[in-house]
């Protein structure tokens, strides 16, 4: 296993979708990983809050095939998304 200088396990090599959400109550916009096809502009079922029960969101964006050395956000706080809504 690889460290970085700073004492931390370096991320794990893969390729990952990651998604930029953004939920009606809530105008912050926040980052997934989805293991199913999704575009902008879709409505997915994300989970939010401490209790991750999922509310709907709108897809704001869509970065495919993402290391998981120059993830948008740690992949070890990053959550998946549920399903995605209206198929």
């Not at 690889?2 to 939920?23: A, C, D």
């Not at 401490?50 to 964006?61: F, L, N, Y």
């Amino acid at each position: 296993m690889i460290h970085s200088m700073s004492g931390g396990v370096l991320s794990e090599f893969g390729s990952y979708t990651f998604v930029k959400v953004r939920f009606e109550e809530n105008g912050a916009p926040y980052w997934y990983v989805s293991d199913f096809d999704v575009d902008a502009g879709d409505t997915v079922l994300a989970p939010f809050g401490a209790t991750g029960a999922g509310r709907e969101a709108s897809v704001i964006r869509v970065e495919r095939n993402v290391s998981g050395q120059v993830a948008p956000v740690p992949l070890k706080r990053v959550k998946k998304l549920i399903r995605k809504l209206g198929d």
